[in-house]
């Protein structure tokens, strides 16, 4: 299983970035997939997920609105399109696989890739 991400870096507050994670090793187009977060010396957060089929999506309530997650099955690619970015969104982000279709805790997620820092100066 190997999920990579790409597409952080250095951008302006109410800028943008888009956030690419290639999978490969798993059948990508049966499982959920998400992006969490984590600050410097903070605990790893939930960002937003998709569940198989794209047709469900979940938000943080701190980047709803702002940040849209995606899917390409024919590419087996996750997306994350971060716009309005805030200094308070700086971290690395990573994602992740679940282990089945849906998800219903973050705890449904067990595959990790590693991460991409995203920092956004004021």
């Known amino acids: 299983v190997q999920l990579q991400a790409s597409g952080g870096g250095l951008v302006q507050a109410g800028g943008s970035l888009r956030l690419t994670c290639a999978v490969s090793?798993?059948?990508?187009?049966?499982?959920?997939m998400g992006w969490f977060r984590q600050a410097p010396g903070k605990e790893r957060e939930f960002v937003a997920a998709?569940?198989?089929?794209?047709?469900?999506?979940s938000y943080s309530d701190s980047v709803k609105g702002r940040f849209t997650i995606s899917r390409d099955h024919a590419k087996n690619t996750l997306f994350l399109q971060m716009d309005s970015l805030k200094p308070e969104d700086t971290a690395v982000y990573y994602c992740a696989a679940s282990r089945g279709l849906d998800y219903s805790s973050v705890a449904d997620f067990t595959s990790w890739g590693q991460g991409t820092l995203v920092t956004v100066s004021s």
């Open positions: 998709i569940s198989w089929s794209g047709g469900d999506t």
């Open positions: 090793g798993f059948p990508f187009s049966s499982r959920a």
